[in-house]
């Protein structure tokens, strides 16, 4: 084990305006693309990291407040007004028609089975 010891590194003043807080939006949109560059480090795919950051993109914009001012109730609200929202439309209500008997054949036939 034959490592150095820390290196010290020379640094440098910071000016004032440096210091100056960003925008909240501003800081969201650096914490999310420093958190999409950490997938990529770690090796995830790339389509991986695109469809997530989309994902990721809609719910802070559905949230429509900072990630960091969000509580699980304020979550569960606005999961619960898109699913309503989704469930109003005509195709959803068509796509549930159909679907459901098909659920409940699969789920009597597991309860006769045990």
Request: overall charge positive.
């Amino acid at each position: 084990m034959d490592r150095p010891a820390l290196t010290v590194i020379t640094g440098r003043a910071v000016p004032v305006e440096a210091l100056d807080p960003p925008s909240p939006a501003a800081f969201q949109a650096s914490c999310v693309e420093a958190y999409l560059a950490s997938w990529t480090a770690r090796g995830f795919s790339p389509v991986t990291i695109e469809n997530d950051a989309g994902v990721l993109e809609r719910v802070l914009a559905l949230l429509g407040r900072p990630a960091w001012e969000v509580t699980v109730d304020d979550v569960d609200r606005a999961l619960l007004q898109k699913a309503k929202a989704k469930q109003a439309t005509p195709e959803w209500k068509q796509n549930y028609r159909s679907t459901r008997p098909k659920v409940e054949r699969k789920i009597a036939h597991v309860i006769r089975k045990s």
